[in-house]
């Protein structure tokens, strides 16, 4: 391509790595976006409520529902019993998490049955009326009390080796031993789960649900109906949030809708309240790590041995490969010569942890960068001094292997590093720190730069598959449909982006539809970062098809070569003429040329051996650093976020403005994971954060008040990803770990940094003050 038509292909409103508005944005702010709630409400719909367990293990010994049936406007009370297929929503096979609870219950706020009323006030008063008389059993709800009470393990762990960790321990001149606390996290949707069933013709049923994963609502509804997936059509236009909380969760409202639908051949709506929401869905696992390390003098880390054990809740979930990816990253960006890492995934009497942006990668992150500081505090020098000197090398290096043996290949960190070292002023802010510190007698500052490193894929390779539908009709508009689902992420613009880009047409000629199973099969849920990576490439795939046979079309019908037909923005040369592309197409139409077409992408050179420890279980990595700095208050341990800067890879941006908006919203969820979300359980196992009023998400005033996020414009992925883009989902989630680590700085000037601070997560105002009294004391 000559850079005249090069310059060309530019001025199409649309085109791939512009920053093009997300395709809901004024929607979104109107209020004019169409969520499950908004959809007009089907004749006689019926609506549903849980009946919940008020114990976290016991036997249920007797359910009088009489008082519920009785309810004015209740029409239908049902148990496990009357499941017709398998009481079984288990995402994994593991059997291990009824619908409804039968002759047991495993946590707080399980299911036991569902009401089915004319209206949803009268379904949800008639539920709290149900008389279950329990055994009780002994209960663990924490991590602490799994180990104390020999909890089984919900998941085979997994470990991971790499040299002789045993022995090259005992030869490390340094060597610290300790534990880290790190917590978890409420997804905190904006829209709660919800689902829409339509009962059909036959077996047939229509689910509208808000979910991360049609395919697998499709099969789970299918499941417990004892019908085959053909009778089950997904849709899902939009979410109001997800964050990964979505991926499996909502298979118990779109089954339990799906159940009454069938039964009673009207439509029935599912929309819990939040709290209910908050208590019966599972979140982020919180951690426990117990490591100990081995270094030299200079910092360099010799060998690392750690556990990382998790809270899973009472099922499997998706907690064997939450615990694994916290293994793949408890390397964060750093060289362990020697290292032996293992899970834990610990069953509690808590509901089942789920999926979460970062999915363990951030705990793992957390954990690493925990080593580092240990280090830095104990021979006195600069955290970032101790990071650069254990950062992966490049290829030829001997640094470039990580603990489950995939090379390293794409290392950009130490530019990352070092650009946003000299860019935000980080060593004179850092000294200027210092000064204030030892003058200021209540005030403390902190500051960090911490690295990211991120792999990017499912690590079950068979999940790294994506399809898309494209339909290009007579007029030269263009349909696109794909299996990625629409969170607010902006995934439906970008793939839209690389379709107008392919064609070479402006992007309003590209309608965005609705993910359904009926258009696109056996679809992976939109998770892993790699929403764009693979629907992005399926969609490319499909315009690839159309095009090569348009182009035979105009061979054929002007005699021209192949190489004298160009897409040009809204228009086709062929040979010496242009033809505007709707002209174009209809003329391929009355040539009787296929304008239709199902592309397909899976990610390659990827696979992973779990037992054995070993593979590639990464296409590849995306990059970031941030640094934050903050001051807390001694005596009260309130803390302000003065000021972030971040430098971010996402390769070749497919679109800078949606990308900086992830960045920053991935910080700032971050930067409350790790510092004011907070989860308790009382001594009943009852949750009792579960409702705004308790549990704590970042408000706008809480961003840092100097925020200046950039995008490495110079990055490209070495990797043959649509556009050379690179993943923007989850990396960034963990450049908010420099809030952790600036908090510590500013805690361990009060014992004049001689101590690491230790300071578990979520730093709370309350962890932070009782580390300063601590530290008074050294």
Known sequence: ???????????????????????????????????????????????????????????????????????????????????????????????????????????????????????RDAARRAARLAKIDYRDLPHWSDIDGALANGAPLVYEPMTLKRGEPETEMANAKNRIKAQMRIGGQEHFYLESHIAMAIPGEDDEVTVWSSTQHPSEIQHIVGHVLNIPSNAVTVNVRRMGGGFGGKETQGNQFAALAAVAAKKLGRAVKFRPDRDEDMAATGKRHDFLVDYEIGFDDEGRIHAVDATYAARCGFSSD???????????????????????????????????????????????????????????????????????????????????LTPYHQEVEDNIIHRIVDELEESSDYQARRNAIIEF??????????????????????????????????????????????????????????????LADSFQVDIDRVKITATTTGKVPNTSATAASSGSDLNGMAAFDAARQIKERLVAFAVEKWGVGAEEIQFLPNRVRVGDSEIPFPDFIKQAYFG?????????????????????????????????????????????????????????????????????????GAYVQGMGWLTTEELWWDAKGRLRTYAPSTYKIPLASDRPKIFNVRLAEWSENAEATIGRSKAVGEPPFMLAISVLEALSMAVASVADYRVCPRLDAPATPERVLMAVERLKGM
């Open 592 to 664: 009787r040329v296929q304008l239709s077409a199902a592309g397909f992408y899976k990610t390659p050179k990827i696979h992973w051996d779990r037992k054995a420890g070993r593979g590639t279980p990464f296409y590849y990595f995306s990059y970031g650093a941030s640094v934050s700095e903050v001051s807390i208050d001694t005596l009260t341990g309130e803390y302000l976020i003065d000021r972030t800067d971040i430098l971010h890879d996402v390769g070749r941006s497919l679109n800078p403005a949606i990308d900086i908006g992830q960045v920053e």
């Open 437 to 498: 510190n030892r003058s200021s007698r209540f005030i403390r500052k902190g500051i960090a730069l911490t690295p990211v490193k991120f792999g990017i894929s499912f690590t079950m390779t068979a999940f790294n598959q994506a399809g898309a539908l494209v339909h290009v009709y007579q007029d030269g508009s263009i349909h696109l449909n794909h299996g990625g689902t629409e969170m607010g992420q902006g995934l439906y613009t970008k793939v839209a982006q690389v």
């Open 318 to 400: 998706l907690s064997g490969p939450v615990t694994d990816r916290a293994l793949f990253h408890a390397d964060s960006s750093y060289f362990y010569p020697h290292v032996h890492l293992t899970s834990k995934p610990l069953k509690t009497h808590t509901v089942s942890n789920t999926a979460f942006r970062g999915f363990g990668g951030p705990q793992g992150m957390v954990g690493g960068e925990r080593f580092i500081e240990e280090i830095a505090y104990a021979l006195g020098k600069d955290p970032l001094e101790i990071r650069r000197a254990n950062f992966y090398g490049q290829p030829g290096s001997g640094r470039t």
């Open 1 to 119: 391509m000559d850079k005249s038509t090069f310059e060309e292909r530019k001025v199409i409103n649309g085109s791939m790595h512009g920053s093009q508005k997300h395709d809901s944005a004024h929607k979104h702010v109107t209020g004019a976006a169409d969520y499950i709630d908004d959809l007009p409400e089907p004749s006689g719909l019926l609506h549903g409520a849980l009946g919940l367990s008020d114990r976290a293990h016991a036997d249920i010994a007797g359910i009088d529902l009489s008082a519920v049936k009785a309810y004015p406007g209740v029409v239908w009370v049902f148990t496990g019993k009357d499941i017709p297929g398998v009481n079984d929503t288990s995402s994994n096979g593991m059997h291990d998490e009824p619908l409804l609870a039968e002759t047991k219950v495993e946590f707080h706020g399980q299911p036991i049955f569902a009401v089915i009323a004319e209206t």
